[in-house]
């Protein structure tokens, strides 16, 4: 379906032909009805779907400009994609008198309550920066119409859950939740079912949250090897941005020094980081003056770059669908991706449940460690020349 036939006012109308919007994606066009009712709403739907504007653009609808007040209220997990979340929003409303604005941590305060006292009308916030200002009388939610949670398991997760209860409490009408995401595991969905109110529930999820345009490689190697096939991997590709995850800052930092050495337009992105420092990298990433971009999981969820071809998993990631969520930067909007994954002898537990819950898949780049009972303990085979030996303790300490 178009969005020429929702009867869209025209100043979004345009604006949305102007970015190339023409054709709504699955879950805009199954969602849209929902939304505009004012219902209640969980969807769930693969990475690079388009779940932000399917959100944005009844949102900005049910905005009164005339009144000077929040009246749609956007909460996600990291500053950047604040950032990426409110853009989207700016670039639909260009043409309309909605005015959306961003706060989140590591930003200017002062800047930030400037503009809550002159005027905005869709606020995106983080849950940590929100909550600062909602204690400290900087902001109401007293008008908001519209809430809704993008990554919205991740937000209902040990660590924010709390701080979404505060901050849904402080919405004291009647109002409408909207949840998103690309992943619900079922103990989650019990929480998001306690947030919502006779809620609809859209999955066009059936057996995996992975875009097709994604290919599943992995790499089973001793972890001693891993720069060496890295180098290899990176100079035999052909790579137009890569996004290469790690599950520690200092890993990221590590590698990060590596990978420099070897390769130009390189960057890392932590949250050890400052937010200045943090913002131009996410910038300079996004305008493609970074071809090579070490981050962690803060750089895991939700961004949209839509030209990384490749995402590797330096490490293997830990918990459920961070897998998913991390391979996800690319093969956006049925583009094509490449994922690959490096495999250790320690990973092959989770790879075991990680191949059978994603339904993903995997191509192997040499040996399949759960096939070749070849395989020795280290990830190299016995037909090499030289005969195995387990690596001495030492040996081991240093590369792992
Ligand atoms: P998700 O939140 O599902 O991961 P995004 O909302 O980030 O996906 O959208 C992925 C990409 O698709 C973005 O670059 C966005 O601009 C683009 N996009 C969204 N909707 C459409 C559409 N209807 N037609 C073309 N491109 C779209
Ligand atoms: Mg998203």
Not at 36 to 59: F, M, N, R, Y
Not at 311 to 326: A, L, M, Q, S
Request: glycine fraction near 6%; include cysteine.
């Amino acid at each position: 379906m178009k969005f020429s036939e929702l009867g869209l006012p025209s100043n979004i109308l345009e604006k949305l032909k102007d970015m190339g919007y023409d054709e709504m994606t699955p879950i805009q066009e199954v969602t849209y009805p929902i939304i505009t009712a004012g219902q209640d709403l969980c969807a769930i739907a693969e990475t690079g779907s388009g779940k932000t504007a399917a959100c944005v653009i009844p949102l900005i609808q049910k905005v009164d400009p005339t009144l000077n007040a929040i009246q749609g209220l956007v909460i996600v997990p990291t500053r950047e994609l604040c950032m990426q979340y409110v853009g989207e929003i700016h670039k639909i409303a260009a043409n309309t008198a909605v005015t959306p604005f961003a706060v989140y941590g590591g930003f200017d305060r002062e800047i930030e309550i400037a503009k809550l006292k002159h005027e905005v009308h869709i606020l995106v916030a983080t849950p940590g920066r929100l909550i600062d200002f909602l204690y400290g009388g900087k902001l109401s939610l007293s008008n908001v119409k519209c809430a809704i949670l993008d990554e919205a398991d991740e937000l209902l997760k040990v660590g924010f859950l709390e701080d979404i209860e505060f901050i849904l409490s402080c919405i004291l009408h009647e109002h409408q939740t909207l949840l998103f995401s690309a992943t619900m595991p079922d103990d989650i969905k019990k929480l998001a079912h306690d947030c919502l109110h006779d809620p609809q529930h859209v999955s066009l999820i059936t057996k995996r949250s992975a875009p097709e345009s994604i290919e599943h490689y992995f790499f089973y190697t001793h972890p001693k090897n891993k720069e060496a096939e890295l180098i290899k991997y990176l100079g035999d590709e052909t790579i137009d941005q890569v996004i290469i995850f790690c599950n520690a800052r200092h890993k990221v930092d590590t590698l990060f020094r590596f990978i420099r050495q070897n390769f130009k337009e390189v960057e890392y992105i932590h949250a050890g980081l400052s937010q200045s420092k943090r913002t131009s990298i996410f910038m300079k990433f996004r305008n493609r003056k970074v071809r090579y971009l070490i981050a962690s999981d803060v750089a895991g969820r939700g961004l949209d770059f839509s030209h990384v071809s490749h995402v590797i998993n330096w490490d293997f990631p830990e918990g459920r669908d961070r897998y998913t969520h991390r391979t996800g930067r690319a093969g956006r909007m049925g583009k094509k991706g490449k994922a690959l994954t490096f495999v250790t002898k320690r990973d092959i537990p989770n790879l075991r449940e990680l191949i059978c819950r994603q339904n993903i898949r995997p191509c192997w780049i040499g040996i399949d460690p759960l096939l070749d009972n070849k395989t020795d303990r280290d990830g190299e085979t016995r037909k090499r020349k030289r005969p195995f030996r387990p690596y001495s303790r030492k040996a081991k300490k240093k590369t792992e």
